[in-house]
């Protein structure tokens, strides 16, 4: 057999199923590997003792006979979900220490009150799930188990090289402008970010509330699948904009439509439609070779390439620059130095109390975003900046409406180049912000977008295909990414970090 962290999600559950080892015995094996092999930083938090209680209720539940799919699999949550078991910063020293009296929606799904899945922790990310290469958090960066040298991609990094590295079978993830696509295409694993409203954001630490959304991330499609199905469905008395649709079995659905196209075309009939601005000068040359080879065997498949267009790509980049930070110095506000999180050691009154306890609390680039956010919601320049980029965000969301009537899903890159190198682009977050341009306009639209291994591009690094797809669509986007990972494997190759 191999070794339990080689092992996928689907796997590991046949595995503890069939009693061929508990899930206390699986925990303990993950644990000891982040003991061994997290000099990478992808976690902030463990607590084997909180691990293991979880591990033998879900043990408890197996002997009992019970069989659920991903009951006593282990996973972690990125550190912007609050749980009650661990500590929740956000990556932030604004929220050191701090302990939520519940637990998100998504994290009591999967875990010991539903699905049975086991924590290991709490994984590292941009504070405030503000970045793209994890090199915002507060408490230190995360390495790429591919080269340590280089960025995990962000604000998802610790997930993505957790994964990655097999220290945990599977995590989830926040996406606002790409935080789940951006890591999982940089350190080669598979994520989802599913249709806004989806998963509930109840127990989210928010940033932009319109954009932030959960998803797994995995290794394969099917894993993801597994995982979205216990995460995703409505939760209106908690999360007033979380969709009020049936939960779907997106693992079943996957299996099913794959059941029904057999043969050496299954994919017969799909169209990917691949916008122009998507494929044009801004993107790397190795990057878009990858994603092109990718295409190609989705040809192979039976798919057929159509050119459609996007026409306002570009704009996405100030839209969201705008409406990101300005829904984000509303939300920030709460970071106040009196309910929670971090206040001043030292003031004179009130006032000198907020503006101590903020400037200590928050990191640059935090900082910034609430500068801009302010400034862009202030009297007199709300109808130029926020009122407009609003306007903005609608017709981009029409745009992919006007390329889904001639095709299915949207595939293109997810990120220009491959990962960079750690610090690198520490001070310059206008060159971060412009390599989202792949994954800002289907965030702003509310649409799904996931990220599959495509294969390497420089320096060996790992490129992501991005297929984004309508609303509600993301077992059609899971099925196709499964599709190609039952002829690639991609997705199973395995970095120099996870020996
Ligand atoms: N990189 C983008 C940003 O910095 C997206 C972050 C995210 O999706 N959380 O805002």
Redesign the pocket.
């Known amino acids: 057999m191999s070794a339990l962290h080689d092992l996928s999600v689907a796997q590991l559950a046949a595995t503890l199923a069939a009693k061929e080892v508990s899930s206390v015995e699986v925990a303990q094996h993950f644990l000891a590997r982040i003991q061994s092999h997290d000099a990478l930083g992808a976690f902030l938090a463990t607590d084997e003792a909180q691990s293991l209680a979880q591990a033998r209720a879900a043990d408890a539940r197996l002997a009992a006979g019970e069989r659920a799919p991903l009951l006593g699999v282990p996973l972690a949550h990125k550190d912007v979900f609050v749980t009650r078991d661990f500590p929740t910063t956000a990556g932030s020293k604004m929220l050191a220490n701090y302990r939520s009296p519940f637990d998100a929606t998504v994290v009591s799904r999967l875990g010991s009150s539903g699905a049975g899945m086991v924590s290991l922790g709490k994984l590292n990310c941009?504070e405030f799930?503000?970045?793209?290469g994890n090199d915002n958090s507060a408490y230190k960066p995360v390495q790429n188990p591919w080269d340590t040298n280089r960025v995990p991609g962000?604000?998802s990094g610790g997930s993505a090289a957790a994964v990655a590295a097999r220290l945990v079978p599977a995590a989830t993830g926040?996406?606002?402008?790409?935080?789940i696509r951006?890591p999982a295409s940089l350190s080669g694993i598979t994520g989802i970010k599913p249709t806004y409203g989806r998963c509930s954001r109840y127990g989210m630490v928010a940033?932009a509330s319109s954009l932030d959304q959960a998803g797994p991330m995995a290794r394969s499609a099917l894993d993801c699948a597994l995982l979205l199905s216990a995460m995703a469905g409505p939760d209106l008395d908690r999360d007033s904009t979380s969709l009020d649709l049936p939960n779907v079995d997106y693992a079943a659905e996957l299996i099913a439509a794959n059941a029904q196209a057999a043969g050496p075309k299954p994919l017969q009939g799909l169209r990917i439609g691949l916008p122009t601005q998507f494929f044009g000068a801004g993107c790397s040359a190795d990057v878009l070779a990858t994603v092109r080879g990718a295409l190609a065997e989705l040809e192979k498949l039976g798919a057929t390439l159509v050119d459609v267009s996007l026409p306002l790509t570009e704009l996405s980049i100030p839209v969201y620059y705008v409406i990101?930070p300005a829904e984000a110095s509303s939300n920030l506000s709460r970071y106040d130095g009196v309910r929670y999180g971090h206040r001043a050691a030292n003031y004179t009154d009130l006032e000198d109390m907020y503006k101590k306890s903020r400037s200590e609390g928050f990191g640059d680039e935090v900082t910034r975003r609430i500068m801009i956010g302010t400034y862009v919601l202030s009297h007199g320049y709300y109808d130029a900046y926020y009122l407009k980029a609003q306007k903005i965000r609608r017709l981009i969301a029409e745009d992919f409406q006007k390329a889904f009537t001639q095709c299915d899903i949207i595939a293109g890159p997810v990120s220009p180049t491959v990962a960079w190198k750690i610090g690198e682009r520490s001070d310059d977050p206008v060159a971060?912000?412009l390599a989202?341009i792949y994954?800002l306009s289907s965030?702003l639209a509310g649409l799904p977008g996931m990220s599959v291994p495509a294969g390497f591009g420089a320096h060996g690094m790992p490129v992501g295909l991005q297929l984004i797809g309508n609303y509600f669509k993301e077992a059609q986007l899971l099925s196709t990414a499964h599709r190609f990972q039952m002829t690639t494997d991609w997705h199973q190759r395995k970095p120099g970090a996870a020996a």
């Open positions: 941009d799930a503000m970045g793209s962000g604000s926040t996406d606002t402008g790409g935080s951006q940033f990101a971060s912000y989202d994954t965030s």
